[in-house]
């Protein structure tokens, strides 16, 4: 990558003595430079150059503020005196280059270029130098044109492929960008990172082509690992797994440093895809290391093949590790965490408590967390007392939470406000909060300190029942009587029943009516019957019957001025009006 202008002014300085008159005169140019008096700033670096023709900190300085003066002339005289003083000085040169391509004297850029060229055959700075000076001018064909007339002079195939690889990215031709990339690779195998990063901000219906760029032809490994990298950014892991995996199939450094960068970027994509292949790159790296990596890196790749889903690749892993009796305490606290983590998810849930209570060499960080998953997996299965001892001396606000859920679903509903007002808005992820913030608002409307039947009803929704949590949720309704103020907490559990209806299937939908349309009509001031009648409205705009909602969406913004649902009711009206065609 070609310095930046602001690079240029650093070196520039750091080219001077700092405690010179001159060193200190340029100091002074770049202040005023910084401070945006330019030509105050170019005054200075004029007064340097009288004494010292050849100062590059001053040159450079005069190529930086001059265009912004519009005197870039002037720079021309002033570079020309000082190659003439130090015609072998590279920098000077390159500055004379870039100067003459500025000022559109292309005649003369070439000449400066051909003398230098002609002095020193092998050098890819004239080049790469003209080039850039071109391409900074937005001259891109030239640029070209001069990088491939470099390639062929210097006879290297590989050589300045970085520069047209970004230079074709510039002009949009992706897949000629690709193929340069993958040249640069034979000469500079340390760019892949950098190959991989430019090429990956390509547009989607360039991709397919890209990738068939880069594996052209037999491909080699830095080639196959490029495209692979591509893939796995792009979304495509087992692809990529494939195109690389042919890489590594010898023991080397090489591929376990491979390996072990490959594995890292999968680690990046939240996929079971993309956790499968992590895990396959890890176990073929362990392979490949010293046994303290060999052994980490297994215990890694059982984790990574359990967040896929694959608990045969994760046992297998597991049991290497825990077949080594040499494994450091760490990589063994490890995996008997991941082998726990992968019963609970297996369903054997007795076997990891036991592991879990027996093993001592899960660290206490994983421990803890490996107990709220076993208390959730309780919960999931409906063992509630079993969920609850799992917590008990636990006061993390995790645990809290937990266990105001174990108490919501036994029936206990002041038990489970206290605890979730306990638990705070931090425990666990935001989804998890809010779904608490809304049990809360179900509780305060709800007149029992213990009601099992809405805990049933609710257990139900938790483990995926919806349908059987709807008729349990009216018959909880059922239980309270209705009274003054428009049923209090009946209203608020039938909505939710309708609320979980709609997701259901079109005969719950009109169960969904039925319950919306009996809140809605609820006497009092419950704000229960203004959000009932917005989920009714919505319910009719699905069933294409704008019509209708309409009436009730202007209904509920007249007759409920003050609720909270008033600004989505005008969003939705809005939109039910458009939904009607016009006549």
């Excluded at 193929?179 to 360039?206: D, I, K, Y």
């Excluded at 195109?243 to 960068?261: I, M, Q």
């Excluded at 979980?500 to 809140?519: G, K, P, S, Y």
């Amino acid at each position: 990558m070609r310095p930046s202008r602001a690079e240029f002014a650093v070196l520039g300085l750091l080219l001077v003595p700092a405690h010179s008159a001159r060193g200190q005169a340029i100091g002074q140019g770049f202040d005023l430079e910084r401070a945006g008096q330019y030509q105050r700033a170019a005054t200075v670096y004029f007064t340097t150059l009288r004494g010292e023709p050849t100062n590059l900190a001053a040159l450079l300085g005069l190529e930086r503020v001059l265009p912004s003066l519009s005197r870039l002339p002037d720079l021309l005289p002033a570079a020309q005196r000082a190659v003439a003083a130090s015609p072998r000085n590279a920098a000077l040169r390159a500055l004379l280059l870039r100067t003459y391509v500025a000022l559109n004297e292309s005649d003369s850029a070439r000449a400066v270029a051909q003398r230098w060229t002609a002095e020193q055959p092998r050098d890819e700075a004239p080049y790469r130098e003209w080039a850039i000076a071109l391409e900074d001018a937005h001259r891109f064909e030239e640029a070209r044109q001069v990088f491939l007339f470099g390639r062929r002079a210097l006879g290297r195939p590989g050589v300045f492929g970085i520069e047209l690889g970004e230079l074709l990215e510039r002009v949009g031709e992706w897949e000629g960008a690709a193929r340069e990339w993958a040249a640069a690779l034979s000469e500079a195998p340390a760019q892949l990172p950098s190959a991989a990063s430019s090429l990956a901000e390509a547009p989607a219906e360039q991709r397919e082509r890209i990738v068939g760029a880069v594996l052209a032809a037999a491909p080699k490994a830095l080639e196959r690992r490029l495209a692979a990298e591509l893939l796995l950014g792009w979304g495509q892991p087992e692809r990529a797994w494939s195109v690389f995996a042919p890489t590594v199939t010898e023991p080397s450094a090489d591929a376990a440093t491979a390996l072990r960068r490959f594995a890292d970027l999968a680690n990046g994509g939240n996929t079971p895809d993309a956790r499968r292949v992590r895990a396959l790159a890890l176990a073929r790296y362990a392979d490949m290391v010293p046994e303290p990596l060999a052994v980490r890196a297994r215990a890694e790749a059982a984790r990574a093949f359990l967040g896929a889903g694959d608990r045969v690749g994760a046992r297998r892993m597991l049991a290497q590790v825990a077949a080594d009796s040499t494994a450091p305490p760490d990589a063994q606290a490890l995996a008997q965490s991941a082998l726990v983590e992968a019963l609970i998810d297996d369903g054997q849930l007795p076997e990891a408590a036991t592991r879990l209570g027996a093993d001592s060499r899960i660290s206490g960080d994983d421990r803890a967390a490996l107990r709220l998953r076993l208390a959730r997996a309780r919960i999931r299965r409906g063992e509630l007392d079993l969920a609850d001892s799992v917590l008990l001396g636990d006061s993390s606000v995790d645990a809290l939470a937990l266990r105001g859920w174990v108490a919501l679903y036994s029936g206990d509903m002041k038990g489970a406000e206290q605890l979730f007002r306990a638990a705070g808005p931090y425990a666990g992820d935001r989804r998890d909060a809010t779904e608490r913030s809304s049990v809360v608002a179900l509780l305060q409307q709800v007149p029992r300190d213990r009601f099992p039947e809405l805990g049933s009803a609710l257990l139900l929704l938790a483990r995926g029942d919806s349908a059987r949590a709807v008729q349990s949720l009216r018959l909880a309704a059922g239980r309270l009587e209705t009274g003054g103020g428009g049923g209090g907490g009946r209203a608020d559990i039938l909505l939710l029943a309708g609320r979980i209806a709609v997701r259901l299937d079109t005969a719950q939908q009109r169960t969904a009516l039925t319950l919306f349309a009996e809140v809605a009509g609820t006497p009092g001031k419950s704000a229960a019957a203004p959000a009932a009648e917005l989920e009714w409205a919505r319910l009719l705009l699905r069933r294409q019957k704008p019509a209708e909602a309409i009436a009730h969406l202007e209904h509920l913004i007249l007759a409920y001025p003050e609720s909270a649902v008033v600004p989505e009711a005008r969003r939705e009206l809005e939109r039910a009006k458009g939904a009607i065609p016009k006549s």
